[in-house]
């Protein structure tokens, strides 16, 4: 039952604009005849719509699709709304034709069934997957005309499988080994390095998403999980790994996934993705907001470790408050944060900012392009301002 002063709250002090009943009204009519049928496998509401966006190209094998964030509810994905980016399109794999060879530098090469994989003691990780491009519109100023299209390229899910290092160790893992190079089965043989001590660390196999097995376009059926690393590193559909001395600097680490610095210079290996949040609510595409009450919320994560804190600010930036953190609270994972605002119709920029567990604090987009140039595609990483109007409605400033 609701207290007196939270009953108060919620029908004047807040001026949320929910309507009030009269006498002889009802609720929505009650179902009287039967419904559909009990069915073998589940979907959605009709009204709900929530799709991904696609980026716009030519061959739609070579492309991302973008998740709809702002429509989510918790820090969990759906696996259908996980973003999905593919340099040659979704193989179709039966699982009894699949193989792991692990080679190279270990004692004992071996090749691995889906079911020998399965043998091994079963884990499971809540962390998200970011890919290294998400928000490279940005970089040159307000670029994605909405959360979708300006962070809509990390993605947070359950993965289920087991730990490589268990892998490796029935392989046995050679003295001068350093780095693996993890191999994809996809037409484009997307090809990775992976430093070993990471591999060891904390990197799964995954075979499993959300309680289920991988969709085809997130690996099926096996894929590398290198938590808090680019997503690209995370190979999909995984055939090979082979123990390495060195990196082998492939395709995908020179031509691509290299940061292009001022001077020209290009480094490469920036794996770890660094702290960032963006406020979902209110932004920019959703209905303008009416004056009174709101609650901002928003989303936060970092590739090293927990979100400490969330500050936001209702100004442009002159001021900040800290938001509250809404558990779990997990390493390398989305975290939920919100507070209290009253919209009064004045103009004004909204914002985020959040730390991390390394004391990493999320830059201006101004310090971050006065460190990096504006010539770089990936990481970007920069504080998000959206503007609010008087009418109330939202738009990337």
């Known amino acids: 039952m609701l207290s007196r002063s939270r009953r108060r709250f919620l029908v004047t002090g807040s001026g949320l604009a929910a309507s009030l009943l009269g006498a002889g009204a009802s609720a929505a009519a009650a179902v009287r005849s039967p419904g559909l049928p009990v069915s073998g496998y589940g979907q959605r509401a009709r009204f709900e719509t929530s799709q991904r966006w696609l980026t716009p190209a030519r061959y739609l094998s070579s492309t991302a699709s973008w998740s709809p964030l702002a429509d989510q509810l918790g820090v969990i994905t759906p696996s259908a709304l996980h973003y999905e980016r593919h340099h040659a399109g979704v193989p179709d794999i039966e699982p009894a034709n699949f193989s792991l060879l692990v ?23 809540i962390c998200f997957i970011e890919c290294s491009g998400n928000s490279y519109r ?18 947070c899910s359950a993965w289920s499988g087991v730990r ?6 029935e392989c046995g893992v050679m003295a001068d080994a350093q780095w693996l190079v993890a191999e994809g089965s996809d ?20 075979y499993g ?22 997503g690209s590193i995370s ?34 290996f920036t794996l770890a993705m660094d702290v960032k949040s963006v406020i979902t609510s209110p932004s920019p595409g959703r209905a303008p907001l009416a004056q009174g009450f709101q ?15 969330v500050e936001v600010s209702t100004d442009g930036g002159a001021h900040w408050q800290d938001a509250t953190l809404h558990g779990p609270v997990l390493p390398v994972c989305h975290t939920r944060f919100s507070l209290p605002w009253r919209f009064d119709g004045r103009p004004t920029l909204l914002a985020s900012r959040a730390t991390d567990e390394t004391g990493d604090v999320q830059p201006t987009r101004a310090a971050l392009v006065e460190a990096r140039g504006v010539n770089a595609f990936y990481h970007y990483n920069a504080i998000q301002q959206w503007r609010v109007d008087a009418d109330g409605s939202a738009h990337n400033a």
């Open 295 to 309: 609650e901002i919320r928003g989303l936060a994560w970092s590739g090293r470790g927990r979100v400490t804190r």
């Open 138 to 155: 940005e970089w040159r100023g307000p670029g994605g005309a909405d959360v979708q299209q300006t962070h809509g390229l990390t993605s």
């Open 209 to 230: 998403q959300n309680g289920e097995a991988l969709r085809p376009e997130q690996g099926y059926p096996l894929r590398l999980l290198v938590p808090g690393y680019e």
């Open 235 to 268: 190979v999909k559909w995984l055939r090979r790994i082979k123990l390495t001395r060195a990196a082998v600097y492939s395709r995908e680490e020179t031509s691509k996934y290299t940061d292009l610095m001022p001077d020209g210079r290009a480094e490469a």
């Open 103 to 125: 080679h190279g530098l270990v004692r004992r090469p071996l090749e691995f069934t889906l079911d020998d994989l399965k043998r091994f003691p079963a884990t499971e990780r």
């Open 187 to 206: 037409a484009a043989r997307l090809t990775r390095s992976v430093p070993l001590a990471k591999a060891l660390d904390d990197t799964l196999l995954a």
């Open 164 to 169: 490589l290092a268990d892998l490796l160790a």
